[in-house]
Nanobody, 121 residues
Framework: QVQLVESGGGLVQPGGSLILSCAAS????????MSWYRQAPGKQRELVAS???????NYADSVKGRFTISRDNAKNTVYLQMNSLKPEDTAVYYC???????????????WGQGTQVTVSS
C-alpha cells in the first residue's frame, strides 16, 4: 500500500504565502517525478509544478516566479512554496507521484486526497 498525504492548505489574503507538503508512505521502492496539480470550481485539473528525482523542475506559466517546488528524497516528501498568492490561485491542490512499490517492477501514478487553498480578502 502506498499513500500520499497532503497538508498545509487554508485561507490566505492576496499577496500572502502558503506552503503545501505531501508525504508518501508505504511500501515504496522508488519515487520518480512528483507534481502538484490544482482544480478550481468548474475547471479542469491543471499541472502547477513538477520535479524529477534529480531535482529538475517545471512550472505552469501562471505560477512562474511565485511558486517553488522542492522535494526531500530522504523523507519521500514534496513541497510547494506559494508566494504572492492571487485570488485566481484558489483551488483544490493535489499531489501526484510516480512510485514503484517494493513488490513490483511497475511504476504507478498515485494521487493525494487534495487540500483546499483559498485566496481571499
Amino acid at each position: 500500500q502506498v499513500q500520499l498525504v497532503e497538508s498545509g492548505g487554508g485561507l490566505v489574503q492576496p499577496g500572502g504565502s502558503l506552503i503545501l507538503s505531501c508525504a508518501a508512505s508505504g511500501s515504496i521502492g522508488s519515487i520518480n517525478a512528483m507534481s502538484w496539480y490544482r482544480q478550481a470550481p468548474g475547471k479542469q485539473r491543471e499541472l502547477v509544478a513538477s520535479i524529477t528525482s534529480g531535482g529538475s523542475t517545471n512550472y505552469a506559466d501562471s505560477v512562474k516566479g511565485r511558486f517553488t517546488i522542492s522535494r526531500d528524497n530522504a523523507k519521500n516528501t514534496v513541497y510547494l512554496q506559494m508566494n504572492s498568492l492571487k485570488p485566481e490561485d484558489t483551488a483544490v491542490y493535489y499531489c501526484n507521484a510516480h512510485i514503484r512499490p517494493t513488490s513490483t517492477r511497475t511504476t504507478y501514478s498515485y494521487w493525494g486526497q487534495g487540500t483546499q487553498v483559498t485566496v481571499s480578502s
